[in-house]
T-cell receptor, first 112, second 111 residues
Framework: DQQVKQNSPSLSVQEGRISILNCDYT??????FLWYKKYPAEGPTFLIS?????DKNEDGRFTVFLNKSAKHLSLHIVPSQPGDSAVYFC???????????FGTGTRLKVLA | KAGVTQTPRYLIKTRGQQVTLSCSPI?????VSWYQQTPGQGLQFLFE???????NKGNFPGRFSGRQFSNSRSEMNVSTLELGDSALYLC??????????FGQGTRLTVV
């Protein structure tokens, strides 16, 4: 049972445009969500997070939106840069458990 | 501050053998979690240790075990290796309510 789903395995975007990565979850007990970026042969790097009491969090070019009623979150990258090309994972957990449940990842390719 | 250190980086083992992977968390972090990454499966949670106690466990067989030492360093052991255990094993450390920081992983190949 995949509690966190990233239905798009890959995405290509032109440099300078917006990249939108999506993530859906099924467990309504999740109250904290994170996005990680992963380059080949490296561990995931934390990007941005959001708690369930918010619907938006911004950090520079990265914004995460949370729609609790739809059990959906998205990561917006504006403007996209070639260095953003990587695999992006969303993750969720329930406070007190710290058991991160990850999606299967979306490979983003930003074209110069 | 040094990051999360995993050793070894690469490992080749034969079916039926056992393997031990090591993780040194960021200084001061008491929580260490282990994840398995395989193509198409994303990152699967194995277990989490906090102050030498296993606090959470994923859905993996008993061949997968771990422990944490008083200095927060953690080891993961896989016994009776199977071909399907070939994967990237990632360790992550965290402090209280912060996000998890990952090491570079150990690439295990079972032949």
């Amino acid at each position: 049972d995949q509690q966190v789903k990233q239905n798009s395995p890959s995405l290509s975007v032109q440099e300078g445009r917006i990249s939108i990565l999506n993530c859906d979850y099924t467990n309504s007990m999740f109250d904290y969500f994170l996005w990680y970026k992963k380059y080949p042969a490296e561990g995931p790097t934390f990007l941005i997070s959001i708690s369930s009491i918010k619907d938006k969090n911004e950090d520079g070019r990265f914004t995460v939106f949370l729609n609790k009623s739809a059990k959906h979150l998205s990561l917006h990258i504006v403007p996209s840069q070639p260095g953003d090309s990587a695999v992006y994972f969303c993750a969720a957990f329930t406070s007190g458990t710290y058991k991160y449940i990850f999606g299967t990842g979306t490979r983003l390719k930003v074209l110069a | 501050k040094a990051g999360v250190t995993q050793t070894p980086r690469y490992l080749i083992k034969t079916r039926g053998q056992q393997v031990t992977l090591s993780c040194s968390p960021i200084s001061g972090h008491r929580s260490v979690s282990w994840y398995q990454q395989t193509p198409g499966q994303g990152l699967q949670f194995l277990f989490e240790y906090f102050s030498e106690t296993q606090r959470n466990k994923g859905n993996f067989p008993g061949r997968f075990s771990g422990r944490q030492f008083s200095n927060s360093r953690s080891e993961m052991n896989v016994s009776t290796l199977e071909l399907g255990d070939s994967a990237l094993y990632l360790c992550a450390s965290r402090d209280l309510d912060t996000e998890a920081f990952f090491g570079q992983g150990t690439r295990l190949t079972v032949v």
